[in-house]
């Protein structure tokens, strides 16, 4: 059987079947409609992960949301992030883009790590926990 793997720009109605949790870290990262910068993967029409990147005073930040399928398909997502990141950075003309990671997260932290970002510090009691700050600069 052939899997179809899409990626498209980015739609609030990708999201609206995540957990409440996700939907509220989506609000706080800015991300309220469709006009938000952006890309979402579905497999066969079955909804993966949205991902993006928002710039602020030249400096961009990474928000990524994903689902059980990115799991089953890692080269696929990773791939379709690290050209939406090189994408986002040409686009923005960026020389700092980073990312938050939960501090126990383990799997998102090697993932991360393996776009090329390199850990910067710890943020403490930060949107529901401590992260990790990860840079990626050009």
Same mark, same amino acid.
């Given at each position: 059987?052939?899997?179809?793997?899409?990626?498209? %720009?980015?739609?609030? !109605? !990708?999201?609206?079947?995540?957990?409440?949790?996700?939907?509220?870290?989506?609000?706080?990262?800015?991300?309220?409609?469709?006009?938000? %910068?952006?890309?979402s993967g579905f497999v066969d029409d079955e909804?993966?992960?949205?991902?993006?990147?928002?710039?602020?005073?030249?400096?961009?930040?990474?928000?990524?949301?994903?689902? %059980?399928?990115?799991?089953?398909? %890692?080269?696929?997502?990773?791939?379709?992030?690290?050209?939406?990141?090189?994408?986002?950075?040409d686009l923005y003309k960026l020389e700092r883009?980073?990312?938050?990671?939960?501090?126990?997260?383990?799997?998102?932290?090697?993932?991360?790590?393996?776009?090329?970002?390199?850990?910067?510090?710890?943020?403490?009691?930060?949107?529901?926990? !401590?992260?990790?700050l990860y840079a990626r600069i050009s």
């Amino acid at each position: 059987m052939h899997t179809t793997k899409v990626v498209r %720009p980015f739609k609030i !109605d !990708d999201v609206k079947n995540l957990r409440s949790h996700d939907q509220k870290l989506l609000k706080i990262a800015g991300f309220a409609d469709d006009n938000s %910068p952006g890309y979402s993967g579905f497999v066969d029409d079955e909804y993966a992960f949205s991902a993006g990147i928002v710039e602020s005073l030249g400096v961009g930040t990474v928000w990524v949301l994903t689902t %059980p399928l990115v799991e089953k398909y %890692p080269l696929w997502f990773s791939k379709a992030v690290r050209n939406m990141l090189n994408a986002g950075t040409d686009l923005y003309k960026l020389e700092r883009v980073q990312a938050t990671v939960l501090k126990e997260n383990k799997k998102a932290i090697k993932w991360i790590e393996f776009l090329g970002f390199e850990r910067e510090g710890l943020m403490r009691k930060y949107v529901g926990g !401590d992260h990790y700050l990860y840079a990626r600069i050009s």
